[in-house]
């Protein structure tokens, strides 16, 4: 069974750039999150998504939004990009009929210059 | 507001050694509490699941606790290994229901020298 999967690995943008990220959760899995983690702040939540709804938010700006398709891959959008938003992005997924374990994958390094 | 703390968050032990990681949340009410591992640079990979009305769990040399009344959680970790060297995080999930996102602790950084 393959795991998560997020695309790009690695993203270099520039301040007032927007970029999109993706993960793909394992297959059945119908819940997906997104967590930011820097050296600072550790890791905080983002968004979950379930069945293409968003059904929890952490705190963060509107810049950071992000959906979820009936095949249950999810995208998260950053607009106007900030220095700040430099992190690496982890996306989580997680099948809320079983135990809700979580899996992550190996996570987006986003670089804003 | 539930915090998770990790102390200590460096930790340098010699091969063999067995050791504990500790993680204490400040509010009881947790739905489940989950141990990671990760590696430089890398994303999370799950070690252990504990409900919140389960005591401990084990997997091979790990076996994880956790005492809700107390707020505390241990990761205990058998004849350690240089491949063990790693960032540990705990996380739990507060509430009673499965849909409150994880709140994670800053992590334990361990290396293990042969």
């Known amino acids: 069974k393959a795991g998560v999967t997020q695309t790009p690995r690695y993203l270099i943008k520039t301040r007032g750039q927007q970029v999109t990220l993706s993960c793909s959760p394992i297959?059945?899995?119908?819940?997906v999150s997104w967590y930011q983690q820097t050296p600072g702040q550790g890791l905080q939540f983002l968004f979950e998504y379930f069945s293409e709804t968003q059904r929890n938010k952490g705190n963060f700006p509107g810049r950071f939004s992000g959906r979820q398709f009936s095949n249950s891959r999810s995208e998260m959008n950053v607009s106007t990009l900030e220095l700040g938003d430099s992190a690496l992005y982890l996306c989580?997924?997680?099948?809320?009929?079983?135990?809700?374990?979580?899996?992550f994958g190996q996570g987006t390094r986003l670089t804003v210059v | 507001k539930q915090e998770v703390t990790q102390i200590p968050a460096a930790l340098s032990v010699p091969e063999g050694e067995n050791l504990v990681l500790n993680c204490s949340f400040t509010d009881s009410a947790i739905y489940n509490l989950q141990w990671f591992r990760q590696d430089p640079g890398k994303g999370l990979t799950s070690l252990l699941l504990?409900?919140?009305?389960?005591r401990e769990q084990t997997s091979g040399r790990l076996n994880a606790s956790l005492d809700k009344s107390s707020g505390r959680s241990t990761l205990y970790i058998a004849a350690s290994q240089p491949g063990d060297s790693a960032t540990y995080l705990c996380a739990v999930r507060p509430g009673n229901q499965a849909g409150t996102a994880l709140i994670f602790g800053k992590g334990t950084t361990l290396s293990v020298s042969s």
């Open positions: 297959s059945g899995h119908r819940s």
């Open positions: 989580a997924s997680r099948d809320l009929r079983a135990n809700t374990e979580a899996f």
């Open positions: 504990i409900q919140s009305s389960q």
